[in-house]
């Protein structure tokens, strides 16, 4: 029991090393109950459940990373311990709890890291937090809340906050949009239908997460002004159409589509942003992609999986010459087109569950292939032998 103690206190002195908090709860984790503690430091000092029934007056249990981060996991905890609360220089530590309801955390003054999860703050966030002027980092998820504080706006050194899985569906805080620092913003799965005009205020943000948001009246036009916004995610908001104003997001790179209703055809505003590597438009109720699409010239990642294309394979995506990897799964086609040896950068082709019968011969072009996925076509008996010459396959699956 002594040793453990001993070894207490001396994770209490790690603390100084640290520069990152978590919070949240952990559902299936090592601890059975709040007197049970699984201890390690770096995988050298080590305090298993097995011993746990000798240790009830322990504190909860903390863990050294390789960062080095501490982590500290407890289940029915309300308040942070004071073991943190008594290192005035934490400057790196994760911390997991549940029903965390009070804080202490106005003594961490170089926190740069915080992460809330599944904690309830259905009575407001915890004013303490707008103190922790250091922070760069704040997760606030599946926290119950619905509003912000408006001293938030004092957290000028914030560039990540992660808002997903509460309900802001009166729209999202604006005081938000005073956070100028920031350039990655989530606000997944919130109830939102619009966003504030302010929020072209946030100038340096480069990564805006929208997704599984209701935006069945149209897209907010704001975020054609985040000119600097090189992701973004606005996957499973109900979209059927985007403003034609996308087109002045020069820089972005990353356009994530999933999930919603383009049965008329890919907004052409798309073929636009040519500055785009990355686009994915799965389960999008797509038949056909416009010509202009070829003008993507720096697209390297194309996901299409879940559409239809049973009238034929779209050839412009044989344009697209800087496709590194393609993805077809479940689009109901029947034939590859030869056309498809111009993508000489190819690297991954994926064609799961379609109706294919055969396989281009001259596939084996695309020298630089190293995964091929043909599984699930049914029809598909047997491929040509020259594609098992491909110096770099390394993953080939047919059946």
Not at 105 to 120: F, I, T, V
Not at 253 to 259: D, Y
Not at 267 to 285: G, M
Not at 326 to 338: F, G, N, T, W, Y
Request: net charge negative; hydrophobic share 40%.
């Amino acid at each position: 029991m002594s040793g453990v103690k001993t070894m207490m206190r001396f994770l209490g002195n790690a603390f100084l090393m640290s520069k990152e908090l978590f919070l949240g709860s952990l559902s299936n984790g090592p601890v059975a109950h709040a007197k049970r503690v699984s201890t390690s430091l770096c995988g050298c000092v080590e305090c298993t459940n097995e011993m746990t029934d000798e240790i009830e007056d322990v504190e909860p249990s903390i863990t050294l990373i390789a960062k080095p981060t501490l982590s500290l996991t407890a289940e029915i905890f309300s308040a942070v311990p004071t073991l943190i609360l008594s290192a005035e220089l934490v400057i790196a530590v994760r911390i997991v709890l549940s029903r965390l309801s009070s804080f202490g955390l106005s003594q961490l003054s170089h926190l740069e890291d915080l992460k809330l999860y599944g904690n309830e703050f259905s009575e407001g966030l915890p004013e303490v937090i707008c103190n922790l002027t250091s922070l760069k980092s704040l997760a606030i998820t599946g926290c119950r809340i619905s509003q912000l504080p408006e001293r938030l706006s004092q957290l000028s050194h914030l560039e990540d906050l992660k808002l997903n899985d509460n309900d802001f569906s009166e729209g999202l805080p604006e005081v938000v949009c005073n956070l100028t620092s920031l350039k990655s913003l989530h606000v997944v799965s919130c109830k939102i239908s619009h966003l504030p005009e302010k929020l072209s205020q946030l100038s340096h943000l480069e990564d805006l997460k929208l997704g599984d948001n209701d935006f069945s009246d149209g897209l907010s036009e704001v975020i054609c002004n985040l000119t600097s916004l090189k992701s973004l995610d606005v996957s499973l908001c109900k979209i059927s159409h985007l403003p034609e104003r996308l087109s002045q997001l020069s820089h972005l790179e990353v356009l994530q589509l999933i999930g919603n209703d383009f049965s008329e055809g890919l907004p052409e505003i798309i073929c636009n942003l040519t500055s785009l590597k990355s686009l994915d438009v799965s389960l999008c109720k797509i038949s056909h992609l416009p010509e202009r699409l070829s003008q993507l010239s720096h697209l390297e990642d194309l996901k299409l999986t879940d559409n239809d294309f049973s009238g034929g394979f779209p050839e412009v995506i044989c344009n697209l010459t800087s496709l590194k990897s393609l993805d077809v799964a479940k689009c109901k086609i029947s034939h590859l087109p030869e056309r498809l040896k111009n993508l000489s950068q190819l690297e991954s082709l994926d064609c799961d569950e379609n109706e294919l019968t055969t396989v281009p011969a001259n596939l084996f072009q695309c020298r630089e292939l190293h995964s091929l996925n043909l599984a699930g076509n049914r029809k598909l008996s047997s491929i040509d032998q020259s594609l098992l010459e491909l110096k770099h396959l390394f993953y080939l699956n047919w059946y």
